[in-house]
Nanobody, 123 residues
Framework: QVQLVESGGGLVQPGGSLRLSCAAS????????MGWYRQAPGKQRELVAS???????TYDDSVRGRFTISRDNAKNTVSLQMNTLKPEDTAVYYC?????????????????WGQGTQVTVSS
């Protein structure tokens, strides 16, 4: 099973920056899409940004121009650079990836979630 390890969350003042990272490990053949979701208290989990294996990106309107997603295909990592953070960005951020893995010599699709990392924007 593909496992994800996230890092980089924390407390930051409004206007500040944070960088989240996520590393995938396991019998990975290829990762098609890597993304970041967030869930604030009392709200549904929402897509923040995603990036395809070819480098195509998608951003939620609320973060476009402030957040930048990037990936390293050789290392199976994805990062989210978050600038000009606002209190409304406060949430638990989750890494999500989907692609193909090797299971008992067969290639199978997979989708995995990270454990989540807290981002708090407050003065």
């Amino acid at each position: 099973q593909v496992q994800l390890v996230e890092s980089g969350g924390g407390l930051v003042q409004p206007g500040g920056s944070l960088r989240l990272s996520c590393a995938a490990s396991g019998s990975i053949v290829a990762i098609a899409v890597m993304g970041w979701y967030r869930q604030a208290p009392g709200k549904q989990r929402e897509l923040v940004a995603s990036i395809t294996i070819g480098g195509g990106t998608t951003y939620d309107d609320s973060v476009r121009g402030r957040f930048t997603i990037s990936r390293d295909n050789a290392k199976n990592t994805v990062s989210l650079q978050m600038n000009t953070l606002k209190p409304e960005d406060t949430a638990v951020y989750y890494c999500h990836v989907n692609g193909f893995q090797t299971v008992r010599l067969r290639t199978e699709q997979f989708a995995s979630w990270g454990q989540g990392t807290q981002v708090t924007v407050s003065s």
